[in-house]
T-cell receptor, first 113, second 116 residues
Framework: NAGVTQTPKFQVLKTGQSMTLQCAQD?????MSWYRQDPGMGLRLIHY???????DQGEVPNGYNVSRSTTEDFPLRLLSAAPSQTSVYFC????????????FGQGTRLTVV | AQTVTQSQPEMSVQEAETVTLSCTYD???????LFWYKQPPSRQMILVIR??????QNATENRFSVNFQKAAKSFSLKISDSQLGDAAMYFC?????????????FGKGTRLSVIA
């Protein structure tokens, strides 16, 4: 059981480049989300999805795009990378039931130069 | 919107001693879930303990326990017999129970150091 898998683990981008952070889960979880973690800021929600074909914005969605074409995958797209997007990104998933913990991927450290 | 506040950016504890990490939250809801997550240097987010607001009994998991004060909107984490492996960032998190698909709201974290 792989859980939540994020790729890549590290990435360096140049300003203006685009890329996709991959997230896949093999637990048939309905709910998936993306967070960014910055020093002294905790984890802030970027986008989330409650099921295939359904996505919504979180606290800090600007500059990011998501889609959910399957239950398993929830990619995060950076449209035109900016230095302010330098961060550690976490993908999380959980079942749709209320009293359940969220399972996190191991994170992607992204640096935009 | 709900907010979670961790007022201690850093804490330290001697090995084998007890330490308490503070967390307060702001909500107008009566039913919700509270969590403590641990993030060691490996970056992995690990659930430490969970509390349902409708339960008056404080949750306990081995050396980890919480002091849940619903009226005060306080949810502190007590680590007993601290071990070197407890050194990590600890995040307090809140989730509403009213809507099924609400995300976790995190505090800014407390970095815990354990001194040998």
């Amino acid at each position: 059981n792989a859980g939540v898998t994020q790729t890549p683990k590290f990435q360096v981008l140049k300003t203006g480049q685009s890329m996709t952070l991959q997230c896949a889960q093999d637990m048939n979880h309905e709910y998936m989300s993306w967070y960014r973690q910055d020093p002294g800021m905790g984890l802030r929600l970027i986008h989330y999805s409650v099921g295939a074909g359904i996505t919504d914005q979180g606290e800090v969605p600007n500059g990011y795009n998501v889609s959910r074409s399957t239950t398993e995958d929830f990619p995060l797209r950076l449209l035109s990378a900016a230095p302010s997007q330098t961060s550690v990104y976490f993908c999380a998933s959980r079942p749709g039931r209320m009293n359940t913990e969220a399972f996190f991927g191991q994170g992607t450290r992204l640096t935009v130069v | 919107a709900q907010t979670v506040t961790q007022s201690q950016p850093e804490m330290s504890v001697q090995e084998a001693e007890t330490v308490t990490l503070s967390c307060t939250y702001d909500t107008s809801e009566s039913d919700y879930y509270l969590f403590w997550y641990k993030q060691p240097p490996s970056r992995q987010m690990i659930l430490v303990i969970r509390q349902e607001a409708y339960k008056q009994q404080n949750a306990t998991e081995n050396r980890f326990s919480v002091n849940f004060q619903k009226a005060a909107k306080s949810f502190s984490l007590k680590i007993s017999d601290s071990q070197l492996g407890d050194a990590a960032m600890y995040f307090c998190a809140y989730r509403s129970a009213w809507l099924q698909n609400t995300p976790l709201v995190f505090g800014k974290g407390t970095r815990l150091s354990v001194i040998a």
